[in-house]
C-alpha cells in the first residue's frame, strides 16, 4: 500500500547536506534571518533556548531534536538573557567549522549539530506548506544517531558520499516527522495522516492517482458521507481534497516529464487524465508553461556542459 509521507520525501528530493557542530558557553544570543532551506539540529549536551519566529520559545535539552522545513527567522540564546548578536545564514560555510558562542574559554555549557540541506524539487513549496514551520522532537536517540552519522560523512569526501548523504537525509526527514507530535500541528500533512480515515484517503490517492476519483469516491474509502469527509479532510489538511489531489498529480507529471522517456500521452494516463490534451491544459494552467515546454527545458537542465 502506498505511503503518502514516503512519497512526498522521495519527491522533494533532499540533497546537499551541511554540518556543523555548534557550542555555547556563558551568556549569548544569536539571530539568524529568515534561510528558506530546511534546517535542524541536534543537541547533544546541556540546554539552551529556542524561539522560532510565529512560535513559543521553547527550551532546549540533551536528545532533543528541531526539524524547521523552510527555516524561518530564530533566535538561538543561552538560558540567562544577553544582548542578541544579529547573523545571516551562510550556506557556504565549511562544514567541518565547529561555532562558539558566548565565552570563549573554559569546556562548552551546551553542544549540539546543526544542519541545513536543500529539497531539488519545483515543487517544493507546495508540500512544505503542508508542513509544521516548527517540529520539536524529545528523547528519540535515533535521530540524534542520524545528524551524527549526516555530520561524520559530510565532513569526508569519501567514495558514495552523496548517495549515503541522500539517503540519510531520506531517512531522517521520514523519522522525524512519522515521530513529530500530530495532536497539537497545524493543519496540513502530519495531521491528516494523524487522521485514520483521512490517511486512507491519501493512501487511495497516491496509491491509484491515475483513477478519476471524486469527493464521493474518496469519501467512501474514509467510511464516511460526502459532505463529512469534505469538511474534515479539509480542516486536518488545510486544503480540499480535490485541490490536494491536483497538486500530487501535477508533483508526480513534473517528475515524469523530467524523467524522460514518456510520452505526453504516456505521462496523462499515469497521472489520470483522459488525453494528452486534456493533461496539456490542466499543467499549463497550474504550472505556467505547456508540459513539452516543461519538459525540453528539464532535459536541456540535465545536459552535461561541454
Not at 274 to 289: E, K, L, M
Request: proline letters at 7%; aromatic letters at 8%; hydrophobic letters at 40%.
Amino acid at each position: 500500500m502506498s505511503d503518502p509521507l514516503t512519497d512526498v520525501i522521495q519527491l522533494l528530493r533532499p540533497r546537499a547536506v551541511f554540518s556543523k557542530g555548534i557550542t555555547g558557553a556563558g551568556r549569548w544570543s544569536v539571530r539568524f534571518s529568515e534561510f528558506g532551506k530546511p534546517g535542524f539540529c541536534a543537541v547533544t549536551e546541556g540546554q539552551c533556548r529556542l524561539a522560532v519566529e510565529g512560535e513559543d520559545p521553547i527550551t532546549l535539552q540533551t536528545g532533543d531534536f528541531v526539524l524547521l522545513p523552510a527555516t524561518p527567522a530564530f533566535t538561538m540564546s543561552s538560558l540567562e538573557p544577553a544582548p542578541t548578536l544579529q547573523l545571516t545564514p551562510n550556506a557556504s560555510r565549511q562544514p567541518s567549522q565547529e561555532i562558539r558562542y558566548g565565552r570563549k574559554d573554559g569546556p562548552p555549557e551546551v553542544r549540539q549539530i546543526g544542519g541545513w540541506f536543500e529539497f531539488d524539487a519545483p515543487d517544493a513549496d507546495l508540500f512544505v506548506s503542508l508542513l509544521p514551520r516548527m517540529i520539536h522532537i524529545r528523547g528519540i536517540d535515533r535521530l540524534t544517531q542520524l545528524v551524527h552519522m549526516l555530520g561524520n560523512e559530510a565532513r569526508h569526501n569519501e567514495v558514495g558520499r552523496d548517495l549515503i548523504l541522500e539517503k540519510l537525509v531520506e531517512i531522517l526527514l521520514i523519522e522525524a516527522l512519522r515521530v513529530a507530535p500530530s495532536a497539537d500541528v497545524p493543519p496540513g500533512l502530519l495531521r491528516g495522516l494523524a487522521d485514520e480515515r483521512i490517511a486512507a484517503a491519501l493512501r487511495t490517492m497516491h496509491g491509484e492517482i491515475d483513477k478519476g476519483w471524486t469527493v464521493g469516491d474518496l469519501a467512501r474509502t474514509a467510511g464516511m458521507s460526502r459532505s463529512t469527509f469534505f469538511e474534515r479532510f479539509t480542516r486536518r489538511m488545510g486544503t480540499r481534497p480535490m485541490e490536494y489531489l491536483l497538486v500530487w498529480r501535477m508533483a508526480t507529471a513534473r517528475n515524469l516529464l523530467r524523467s524522460g522517456g514518456l510520452t505526453l500521452d504516456e505521462v496523462a494516463e499515469r497521472v489520470g487524465y483522459g488525453s494528452a490534451s486534456t493533461f496539456s491544459t490542466a499543467f499549463s494552467r497550474h504550472v505556467g508553461i505547456p508540459p513539452g515546454r516543461f519538459m525540453r527545458a528539464a532535459r536541456t537542465l540535465a545536459e552535461p556542459e561541454t
